[in-house]
């Protein structure tokens, strides 16, 4: 009975200590709820004990259908979205980026030149579209696919 007492009065001072003053670090690690995507920060800094509604920042929703993290099913984030992912791979979701990248140009000036190479064999794509290019350059080719100065008609 004396340690269930011991108990009940070590709960309610851990209680009354998150209720009291500004949440801290130490009164966060008291609070006795599971968060999926952890604890939010008061303007401080410092941990409450209410939890997030979103992993991603500012709680912004993340992309649905998307599954970015390791597995078959794993689906890519377009562009405009991060790949955020739990340190235990609770989940991995596709979350707005805070600014949205340069717009990509996936087909520039000027034509592949005639390839010479008919290689048998693995074949690597190390692009996809233009954009994915340095500069000028554009994706050429079959196989393999990457990028290549390109030739302007004259």
Request: glycine share 8%; net charge positive; with cysteine.
């Amino acid at each position: 009975m004396a340690l269930l007492s011991l108990v009940l009065i070590l709960c309610v001072a851990g209680a009354s200590a998150l209720v009291a003053g500004a949440p801290s670090e130490q009164s966060s690690r008291m609070c006795m709820i599971y968060c999926q995507y952890g604890f939010r920060r008061n303007t401080d800094g410092h941990l409450m004990c209410v939890c997030k509604k979103s992993p991603c920042d500012e709680e912004a929703a993340p992309l649905e259908g998307y599954f970015c993290g390791r597995g078959p099913n794993r689906r890519e984030c377009p562009s405009t979205h991060k790949c955020t992912i739990a340190p235990n791979d609770a989940y991995a979701v596709c979350c707005p980026r805070a600014q949205q990248p340069p717009e990509r140009n996936p087909n520039k000036p000027g034509v592949c030149p005639q390839s010479s190479s008919h290689l048998m064999g693995i074949c690597i794509a190390r692009c996809t579209d233009d954009s994915e290019c340095e500069g000028e350059q554009k994706c050429c080719g079959g196989c393999p696919r990457q990028c290549t100065n390109p030739v302007f008609a004259k």
